[in-house]
């Protein structure tokens, strides 16, 4: 079952850095048949940073689109 727009979401993300997982509330933007995209609510600066070296070390596109 596809998740609405505007559907609230907790997120739960082993990033591989021996971190504890990042544990993070989120809004569902859209979904289609690839997944879910989702807007983060309220990341601190740390969370960020462990997004953005995340999406840099497993893409060919860094994450300089990542904002707080």
Known sequence: AMLP???PA???LTLGDREAP????ARVVGADADGVNLNFESPNQRQLQRLKSFVD???DHPAH???Q
């Open 10 to 12: 907790q997120v739960q």
């Open 65 to 67: 689109a990542i904002t």
């Open 57 to 59: 070390a497993v893409t």
């Open 5 to 7: 727009p505007g559907a």
């Open 22 to 25: 990042l544990s993070l509330s």
